[in-house]
């Protein structure tokens, strides 16, 4: 397996990550309300 390919892995991975903390933080927002 080459580095770019780990790497791009890791960046997926980010990119999920981030978004599922956005969800989660806005679908608390709308709860507090």
Known sequence: VSQ???D??????TKTFIRQVR???SWK???EK
């Open 4 to 6: 770019n390919n780990i």
């Open 23 to 25: 969800a989660a933080s």
């Open 29 to 31: 927002g709308s709860e």
């Open 8 to 13: 791009q892995g890791q960046a997926a991975e």
